[in-house]
């Protein structure tokens, strides 16, 4: 029997140790009896939706168990603002429709201003273009400007996908924003929603790093699924640069900023454009990649009074104020883990689909680093001239890599119409995933 885990938490990075979504989720697994999970995610705003499990529930239990309203209500009921400041409910009807396809109908990206290349950072850490460029393809990254955030960005990004898809902002219905580095601890999807005019819609964030916008895409398949969704937004935005360590030199080179987003359209099954996907997660790798809650020194007066132990202020043992820590990677052990998890689930995905990798048009990978994407794309014998890589230009950009590459793939012309593309996600966590899509 399979099981599955979610951990709807906006403050998972606080567990300790947590590696903010999957390790809470991963360290509860551990604690029950159950074996085998299949997926861990955090979703910022308590409400969860299963892949697999609605993809294997039959129409009716569906139907009750999934409820697109019940999960608006609860999205509306808990507000403590003034009336006025509530957005009247939708009065669209929902038909509650399952077994639906997705199309893809509209992407679109936005990167911040600000670039720093790597003869830039060699005037702060001992590195060169070349040491960067030979080991990790990356040559230029854009970083947060004064005034820019992972909202701005994101909401960038989505305009130009609802534009390309021909959507009102009024007619989304459902917004995930995968981010690990939201403007807001308690998620930025909101700020989003409420910027672009969504007014209809549910937003919330999904946290999974690097592997956040595949497994976004894949939930937000399986609401329109399952649960009578039309138009759902996706995002994956990130800004690491928050989080870098800019004096270290073993990651500093690596990140950049940016956003993606892309719109699914409710389909026919018959016509749907996901054609197979594979997820996983393992929080026992988690040492080799996290940025943990550094619990700040309490420097009030009663801090003082406790001889350097970190509290809260208080006298009583309460739990310290948390900030977080660098990044932290062990780049060996994480470049060994994706050179031998990826291509194994894009292999699953491929065979779910009734696939082989002689069917893909383009392998999208995860941008982390250009002897990753060689490496995957070597052992699944796909040739170079169709695996897509951006990352020259922006280096990793975290949960915005793939839907970046894509957007700017479909508008050079590179992804037609029909093509059918490989993403892959993987990162820390670990989660790791795939789904095989086809380009409207
Ligand atoms: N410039 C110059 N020298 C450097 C630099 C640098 N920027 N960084 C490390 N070095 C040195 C090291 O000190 C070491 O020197 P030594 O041999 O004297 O000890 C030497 O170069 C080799 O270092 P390695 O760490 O072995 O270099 P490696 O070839 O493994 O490349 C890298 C490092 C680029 C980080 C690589 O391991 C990598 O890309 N790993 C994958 C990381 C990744 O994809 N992470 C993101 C996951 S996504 C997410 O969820 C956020």
Redesign the pocket.
């Known amino acids: 029997m399979e099981h599955y885990y979610y951990c709807c938490s906006s403050t998972g990075r606080m567990m300790q140790q947590g590696g903010r979504i999957t390790t809470v989720a991963a360290r509860l697994s551990a604690a029950s009896a159950a074996s085998s999970p299949r997926f861990f995610c955090k979703l910022a705003a308590g409400v969860a939706t299963s892949s697999k499990s609605l993809h294997n529930l039959s129409s009716s239990s569906i139907s009750s168990s999934s409820s697109s309203s019940s999960v608006r209500c609860s999205a509306a009921s808990s507000s403590a603002v003034t009336e006025q400041e509530v957005p009247a409910a939708s009065v669209r009807p929902v038909i509650r429709r399952v077994g639906r396809g997705s199309k893809l109908v509209g992407c679109g990206s936005a990167v911040p201003t600000n670039i720093i290349s790597n003869d830039d950072l060699s005037k702060v850490?001992?590195?060169?273009d070349e040491?960067?460029a030979v080991?990790?393809g990356i040559r230029n990254r854009h970083v947060l400007a004064e005034g820019e955030t992972v909202t701005s960005l994101s909401v960038e990004a989505s305009k130009k996908a609802l534009e390309m898809a021909n959507v009102n902002p009024e007619d989304i219905d459902l917004l995930l924003l995968c981010t690990s580095t939201p403007d807001d601890l308690f998620g930025s999807a909101p700020q989003v929603q409420k910027e672009l005019g969504c007014c209809n819609a549910l937003a919330f964030d999904l946290t999974a790093?690097?592997?956040g916008f595949v497994l976004g895409l894949i939930t937000a398949s399986r609401f329109i699924k399952g649960g009578g969704y039309e138009n759902v937004l996706v995002i994956g935005a990130d800004a690491?640069s928050r989080y870098v360590d800019w004096m270290d030199?073993?990651?500093c080179?690596?990140?950049g900023d940016a956003a993606g987003a892309l719109v699914l359209q409710a389909v026919g099954d018959d016509q749907d454009s996901l054609l197979g996907f594979n997820l996983r997660s393992d929080g026992g790798g988690q040492k080799h990649?996290h940025v943990r809650v550094d619990n700040v020194p309490d420097t009030s007066h009663n801090g003082a009074a406790t001889n350097g132990t970190k509290t809260n202020g208080t006298v009583i043992k309460l739990p310290a104020r948390a900030s977080y820590d660098c990044?932290q990677?062990n780049?060996?052990e994480?470049?060994r883990f994706?050179v031998r998890a990826v291509p194994q689930v894009i292999e699953a995905a491929l065979q779910e689909a009734g696939l082989t990798g002689a069917n893909l048009d383009w392998l999208l990978l995860?941008q982390?680093?250009q002897?990753?994407l060689d490496s995957v794309s070597q052992r699944l014998e796909i040739p170079t001239d169709k695996v897509i890589s951006n990352l020259c230009n922006y280096g990793?950009t975290?949960a915005a890599s793939i839907p970046l590459a894509l957007d700017e793939a479909v508008r050079s012309g590179l992804v037609q119409p029909g093509h059918i593309v490989a993403t892959a996600g993987?990162?820390?966590?670990l989660t790791w995933g795939s789904a095989i899509v086809r380009w409207s």
């Not at 993987?426 to 966590?429: M, P, S, T």
């Open positions: 850490v001992d590195t060169s040491w960067i080991r990790t790093a690097c592997s690491l030199r073993g990651t080179i690596l990140f990649l990044l990677m780049g060996k994480v470049f994706a995860h982390a680093n002897r990753i990793n975290s993987f990162g820390a966590g």
